[in-house]
């Protein structure tokens, strides 16, 4: 009020204020360029990526693993990251999917868990990312390394559209021992698998499929298998 009183002959104007939203597409990049988001969005693109490379084809989940990692690709642009920690997060997925092959996580899972955690760590240059953040995303590889991957290329070789019954007969090699369950290869696919009679068998024995359950296949030694008391002379 003393101000406008004391400027006797001035011309005083006003000033309106506005407040403006931002556009949908500068508020999604600004979301993107925190830690938190980047990470989860890089790293669960990559997982995304691996998981539609098993299922040989391109579908909905390829392509949002490339919108997240392109999304989170921006997110590193933005802000201050160490190459030896993005390295280390591909590397771990490069890791994992040697297993993923096989249905069996091993020393690849274990490395590549080991290689997630370290890049984890290792990400960002100078800015903190919160640790549940950080906990999610390990816990979430692990899950995804052990359970969820390994499901999905069991389910993917088990399609019904191939049909099984002509697996009965067939021959394979015990993948791990079986005692009496385990995993065994046949026709160069993973199966689980469950011994005749409980006749134990160990890794790299040959195996005959003599049943199907659902999807676990009954097999037997290639010699030497157990009878029924019912099958003798």
């Known amino acids: 009020y003393d101000l406008v009183e004391n400027a006797d002959g001035a011309t005083v104007s006003s000033v309106n204020q506005e407040f403006l939203k931002l556009p949908i597409t500068s508020q999604l990049f600004h979301t993107v360029g925190s830690p938190e988001i980047t990470y989860l969005f890089f790293t669960g693109g990559l997982a995304l990526l691996l998981f539609e490379l098993f299922t040989a084809g391109v579908g909905i989940a390829g392509l949002l693993g490339l919108l997240m990692t392109l999304a989170g690709t921006y997110g590193l642009a933005t802000l201050p990251f160490r190459t030896v920690g993005v390295v280390l997060l591909v590397l771990s997925f490069l890791a994992m999917a040697v297993d993923v092959q096989t249905n069996l996580p091993r020393a690849y899972t ?100 003599i049943g199907i359950d659902r999807l676990v296949l009954e097999v037997e030694p290639e010699e030497g298998g157990a009878k029924d008391h019912r099958d003798r002379s």
């Open 110 to 209: 274990v490395i590549g868990l080991a290689l997630f955690l370290a890049g984890t760590i290792f990400l960002w240059d100078g800015i903190t990312m919160s640790w549940v953040t950080g906990m999610v995303g390990v816990v979430g590889a692990g899950l995804y390394a052990y359970l969820g991957m390994p499901t999905m290329v069991r389910t993917r070789f088990s399609s019904p559209v191939i049909g099984r019954n002509w697996m009965v007969g067939s021959m394979g090699i015990a993948m791990t021992e079986l005692s009496p369950d385990g995993m065994v290869q046949i026709n160069d696919a993973p199966w689980r698998a469950i011994t005749n009679r409980a006749t134990p068998m160990v890794e790299g024995d040959r195996v005959r499929v």
